[in-house]
């Protein structure tokens, strides 16, 4: 059982592949968006029509990622029927979640969690029944 044991740990930990670094996200240059290709397909089988607008052409490009971080949070609250805030700047949120209450400060990784269901009032809900 202990025969490998001294192979196994005088070998490399990390391999060489593995070592290699990885640029952060802010090292990555700008790409074009796929629209360029579908719109010179369009226009190469009905050259007489206007390409239709793809969803990418409605989304606004990606904010250039910081490389410290912000003293401000942006939230946006978005229900399924209407939003409620819309790029608003605060110092922390609390966020009631499923899992117990979360605290957001600025450079959390961006979320999105199931809300905790609101606790009915048993009287209430009774009532309703009757």
Do not use: C, Q
């Amino acid at each position: 059982m202990f025969r490998r044991a001294t192979g196994l740990l005088a070998r490399p930990i990390i391999s060489s592949a593995r070592a290699r670094t990885r640029p952060f996200s802010t090292d990555l240059p700008a790409t074009e968006t796929g629209d360029s290709n579908f719109i010179e397909a369009w226009k190469k089988v009905i050259p007489n029509i206007d390409p239709p607008k793809t969803p990418l052409a409605f989304m606004k490009p990606r904010p250039a990622t910081p490389s410290s971080i912000p003293t401000k949070l942006t939230v946006n609250f978005v229900l399924p029927y209407a939003s409620e805030l819309a790029s608003k700047e605060v110092d922390m949120i609390i966020i009631p979640a499923t899992t117990g209450l979360m605290g957001v400060l600025p450079g959390h990784v961006a979320t999105i969690k199931k809300k905790k269901k609101k606790k009915k009032n048993p009287a209430t809900s009774a009532r309703s029944r009757d």
